[in-house]
């Protein structure tokens, strides 16, 4: 046998045999010689087998190779701003009203339209930096703003801390305004309708603007129901621009900074 390249040749051979030369004819086989018989066959070389190769990684390692599963942001609920006051053109402008007031401040810094009806309030959608918020004003007078307040918080599921109301309060400078948290705040009856349609609970932010006190013997509600003059609403514009950027401080940032901002500004009071 010889091997050639890709090739392989065999020669075989038989001795003279008498047997041969019966079975096939003289001109076939030779008279005396042995007999050889020659075969080449093409050789096809075989693929070399796979090599085998085995590799330990790390859980970490084997996770980074697998397809992530997408991150799941937890649901963001929206801010409930709403600002107290009683509808109709006969409030318009008074100190009873500075509630609408402060959130048409808000509507109008934010870009956010207060046109639609929802639940007894005048209602708006929009965002302030990237926290969804919602704009109500009830419609339902102020004392009783919880029979709107109540049913939006449950529709759209609002934490309470997430609650965010505007009032007034009864103070000597209208440029002073104090902002407190949960239980802090004296209870006072503009707010009962609120807490008592949430349960009884106080656990909500509150903005309390200050509108002065009135002058001499004048009785309470007829001053509560007084227009700023031109010196006080000017000081008023100041306390709106002032409390947008409270807002602003509150939502993004958290309720310390506001409070801190807000009750160490010149223009405003702090809460004692």
């Known amino acids: ?144 703003s919880g029979e709107s307040v109540a049913p939006i918080v449950s529709y759209y599921k609002v934490p309470l801390k997430q609650v965010l109301v505007f009032s007034w309060i009864m103070i000597s400078c209208v440029s002073k305004s104090r902002i407190s948290y949960f239980a802090t705040l004296p209870f006072v009856s503009r707010m009962r309708s609120v807490i008592d349609r949430l349960k009884g609970s106080r656990d909500f932010p509150r903005l309390r603007i200050g509108i002065g006190r009135p002058p001499g013997k004048m009785d309470a509600v007829n001053f509560v129901m007084r227009p700023f003059n031109r010196q006080e609403r000017e000081e008023l514009d100041m306390t709106f621009q002032q409390g947008v950027e409270a807002v602003r401080i509150m939502l993004l940032e958290g309720f310390d900074k506001s409070a801190t901002f807000v009750n160490s500004s010149k223009p405003m009071e702090q809460l004692g």
């Open 1 to 144: 046998m010889k091997v050639t390249g890709a090739s392989i040749a065999f020669t075989l051979r038989f001795p003279y045999n008498n047997t041969l030369h019966q079975l096939f004819p003289s001109q076939f086989l030779p008279s005396s010689s042995p007999l050889s018989f020659s075969f080449r066959h093409k050789r096809t070389m075989p693929q070399s087998p796979a090599r085998c190769s085995a590799a330990f990684s790390s859980p970490a390692s084997d996770a980074a190779l697998l397809p992530s599963d997408p991150v799941v942001k937890p649901k963001q609920h929206p801010w409930l701003i709403v600002g107290l006051g009683n509808p109709g053109k006969k409030y318009q402008g008074t100190r009873h009203n500075v509630g609408f007031e402060m959130v048409d401040a808000i509507a109008e810094a934010e870009g956010i339209s207060v046109n639609t009806v929802s639940n007894k309030a005048l209602f708006g959608r929009g965002f302030i930096g990237n926290i969804p918020v919602m704009l109500a004003k009830p419609q339902t007078f102020m004392n009783a």
